[in-house]
């Protein structure tokens, strides 16, 4: 057998399985992520919000809360600890305060903290804000504060549930 056939047979044989294999779990993967994160399986829900703690923030936290990053920043005290913590977070802001959606549920630490404390700092487009009186309210009644393209995606995700938080000094401006 020719040199030339040797190697198209080898790459027919491993090869091209092993794409498909590969695209196959790519694909299945892809299905279970978002079938788990619109019927709210704790499980997917859990992964996924482990995966963002391990991996994505520390990533995000380089540019979040600066003009122009997706992210900002809430700086909230641990429930037990009392440690200061800072997490990103999608804050929109709204005529009093900001409205922060809720993806994994009222599952996630830094909620339960800033709920538990009664108050938080976000630092959104480089001006850092002081807060209070945090409300998980359904997202149906935040509607209206929402960027239009934001409660569409918020609506297919069945994201259902937001953080309203109230504006209660601007410590810093943007420089």
């Avoid at 003009?67 to 929109?92: D, F």
């Amino acid at each position: 057998m020719p040199r030339r056939h040797r190697r198209e047979s080898i790459m027919h044989r491993i090869l091209i399985p092993a794409a498909l294999a590969l695209a196959t779990v790519v694909a299945t993967v892809g299905i279970v992520f978002v079938v788990g994160m619109r019927t709210r399986w704790r499980w997917v829900l859990s992964a996924v919000r482990r995966l963002n703690r391990r991996f994505f923030n520390p990533y995000q936290m380089r540019t979040a809360g600066t003009p122009g990053a997706y992210a900002s920043v809430i700086q909230h005290r641990g429930r037990t600890s009392g440690r200061n913590y800072e997490t990103p977070v999608g804050a929109m802001p709204t005529a009093d305060g900001f409205v922060i959606a809720l993806p994994y549920g009222t599952h996630a630490d830094w909620l339960r903290n800033v709920v538990a404390h009664g108050s938080a700092t976000v630092v959104h487009e480089g001006a850092t804000y002081d807060v209070d009186s945090p409300q998980v309210v359904p997202t149906a009644s935040v509607g209206d504060d929402l960027p239009s393209g934001e409660e569409r995606l918020l609506r297919r995700f069945n994201v259902d549930q937001c953080l309203r938080l109230r504006i209660v000094t601007r410590a810093s401006m943007p420089t």
